[in-house]
T-cell receptor
């Protein structure tokens, strides 16, 4: 079965601390994976896509096929990073028909 | 360029009733996907419309149906509402079905009582 698991509902860190939001997936083929973010009172938006291999707002994510993981990392958290983060998998390619995890709320404290 | 807009922003319906939710896609976008987001969960894919035709469906019963119009706006219809249909309904639009980013609307909060 295709599934995305985010084991932490809440991750609480202090400003300047490293952040790692965990994402594990179950998929039989070659997945396309994404991280979406939702800031307070804003709509869901794309943060990054694994095939682009970009760093967005200091965040990076590496696809580990052996561990079926796609963890989101940032070396130094900022207060403005506080948001809801969703990991998503596309079984059909591209940005469509996404399978989302339940999300992790990141709270960065001053 | 206008973004994705959904209406209404929230509504309350009674169990057994029918509801129609609307989505105006972003200018130039011909593909609309609908998602249901229950409280505390991630969005779950309902179906997608591409150029007025259904182009894939998630694990939702037939009482969830949709339409896409020639201007690429879309409707989600839910018949025989159940309490578990209470959720945030999101639509996302994109230009094409493959490698172009999908942009989300702000959602419609449906409460079934």
């Amino acid at each position: 079965a295709q599934r995305v698991t985010q084991p932490e509902k809440l991750l609480s860190v202090f400003k300047g601390a490293p952040v790692e939001l965990k994402c594990n997936y179950s998929y039989s083929g070659s997945p396309e994976l994404f991280w979406y973010v939702q800031y307070s009172r804003q709509r869901l938006q794309l943060l990054l896509r694994h095939i682009s291999r970009e760093s967005i707002k200091g965040f990076t994510a590496d696809l580990n096929k052996g561990e079926t993981s796609f963890h989101l990392k940032k070396p130094f958290a900022q207060e403005e990073d506080s948001a809801m983060y969703y990991c998503a998998l596309s079984p059909s390619g591209g940005y469509n028909k996404l399978i989302f995890g339940a999300g992790t709320r990141l709270a960065v404290h001053p | 360029e206008t973004g994705v807009t959904q209406s209404p922003t929230h509504l309350i319906k009674t169990r057994g009733q029918q509801v129609t939710l609307r989505c105006s896609s972003q200018s130039g976008h011909n593909t609309v996907s609908w998602y249901q987001q229950a409280l505390g969960q991630g969005p779950q894919f309902i179906f997608q419309y591409y150029r007025e035709e259904e182009n894939g469906r998630g694990n939702f019963p037939p009482r969830f149906s949709g339409l896409q119009f020639p201007n690429y706006s879309s409707e989600l219809n839910v018949n025989a509402l159940e309490l578990d249909d209470s959720a945030l309904y999101l639509c996302a639009s994109s230009q094409g079905v493959l490698n172009t980013e999908a942009f989300f609307g702000q959602g419609t909060r449906l409460t079934v009582v």
